[in-house]
């Protein structure tokens, strides 16, 4: 699988390391059951939760309309049919001719490279970026409220 680059998923507003490792494991617990409903489950509650937490942001991508916010289901279908896409062809997914074997690095690899990243080292410490600078807007508004 190719790095997506402008067709790229945006990460959560305040991504959190500890969600995406979590991602990680249910993709590979998934894949490993072969079940197809559960595989099209995983991506779906996914960019449903992400296209949620997107709809409180000033731009949301998954979000249809204005007032009151409605989750664009289609853009949210093409998004998921793309991810189960990605996820075949790097392999995580058992075929007719071989079983699936995922490992955790891999689908760590997956997931980055969906959000843009060459590797899941670079979107790890994009997310710690995140997460700090989440830590002191929070601190920094906490500090105005007080004065």
């Known amino acids: 699988m190719q790095t997506r680059h402008t067709d790229a998923i945006p990460l959560a507003a305040r ?10 494991k249910d993709l590979v617990e998934v894949s490993r059951t072969g079940d197809v409903e559960s595989i099209r489950a995983w991506p779906t509650d ?3 939760w992400l296209a949620r937490h997107q709809a409180q942001t000033s731009t949301p991508e998954f979000v249809e ?6 989750l ?4 949210i279908n093409r998004t998921v ?6 996820v075949r062809q790097s392999r995580l ?9 995922p490992t ?3 689908a760590q690899l997956v997931i980055a490279r969906l959000h843009g990243f060459d ?7 994009t997310s710690r970026r995140a997460t700090t600078q989440a830590r002191r807007c929070r601190s920094s508004s906490r500090r105005q409220t007080r004065s």
């Open 15 to 24: 991504p959190s390391l500890e969600q995406y490792k979590t991602l990680a």
């Open 46 to 48: 996914w960019i449903e």
């Open 65 to 70: 309309t204005e007032e009151p916010r409605h």
């Open 72 to 75: 664009d289901w289609r853009r």
């Open 81 to 86: 049919d793309g991810i189960l896409r990605d």
């Open 93 to 101: 997914i058992a075929s007719d001719t071989r079983p699936a074997e």
């Open 104 to 106: 955790l690095a891999e």
């Open 119 to 125: 590797s899941w080292p670079s979107s790890r410490s």
